[in-house]
């Protein structure tokens, strides 16, 4: 899991970074809510864990702005608010689930495996667009603009991996890891090399162009710049 961890007390995100850690998650840190939402509205995660009381914007501020930006990405609350009204206040915000401190770290590794379940993208969608680029799932057609693209197996796995989260930003890590099911730097640019090939086959001869480079950070597919 790519897990974003919005949390202030130094201590606390010490602890639950290195546990997540050494389960074999990749972890982002924010100490405040203005600088988690930022990185929450930037990068591609598969889950956020915040906590309720932040400075800057506080965690259910945080949460709510998501939600109006529809960023889905689920959420876990952390609080020592634990009476009835503070977690259904968490979960009216958008939060998907609420963990009062205390907690022990192997009940928190869980709800964030079971919520990262309940969040994979439905394979069955048979159809994928942004503007004019459509594909099949089912044929494992590609059109652009109505003309017909060729692709090889892994550049359609790639592009169907960006139509499936269309605006969000993306690593080379988050790319070797979730499309090409590498947990470690093989220390090649096949991303560089496919990002490459795909550009050339989905964008030249079209407008506007839709896979973008985002400098310093990865890359995304979006019909806006």
């Known amino acids: ?28 840190q924010a100490v405040d809510g203005n600088e988690g939402l930022h990185l929450a509205l930037s ?16 965690g259910l501020s945080l949460i709510a702005m998501l939600r109006v930006g529809r960023i889905q990405t689920p959420v876990l609350v952390l609080s020592a608010l634990g009476e009835v009204d503070d977690r259904v206040a968490g979960l009216q915000a958008g939060g998907d689930d609420y963990l009062v401190k205390p907690y022990a770290f192997s009940e928190l590794l869980a709800r964030l495996e079971a919520l990262t379940r309940r969040a994979l993208p439905h394979q069955d969608e048979l159809t994928l667009a942004v503007a004019d680029l459509h ?9 652009r ?14 592009l169907e991996f ?6 969000r930003v993306f690593t080379r890590t988050m790319l070797l890891e979730q499309v090409w099911g590498y947990h470690f730097n093989p220390q090649t640019n096949v991303i560089d090399v496919h990002i490459s090939r795909l550009r050339r086959k989905i964008d030249n001869g079209f407008t506007p162009a839709l896979l973008h480079t985002v400098r310093g950070t990865g890359y995304k597919l979006s019909a806006s710049p």
Do not use: C, W
């Open 135 to 143: 594909m099949d799932t089912q044929s494992h057609e590609v059109k």
């Open 162 to 167: 960006l139509l499936r989260k269309p605006n």
């Open 1 to 28: 899991m790519r897990i974003l961890l919005v949390e202030d007390d130094q201590e606390a995100a010490a602890y639950l970074s290195k546990g997540l850690r050494e389960s074999g998650n990749t972890v982002d």
């Open 145 to 158: 603009a109505g003309r017909k693209v060729h692709l090889q197996p892994m550049e359609f796995r790639l």
């Open 43 to 58: 990068l591609a995660y598969d889950v956020l864990v915040v906590d309720r009381m932040l400075p800057g914007r506080d």
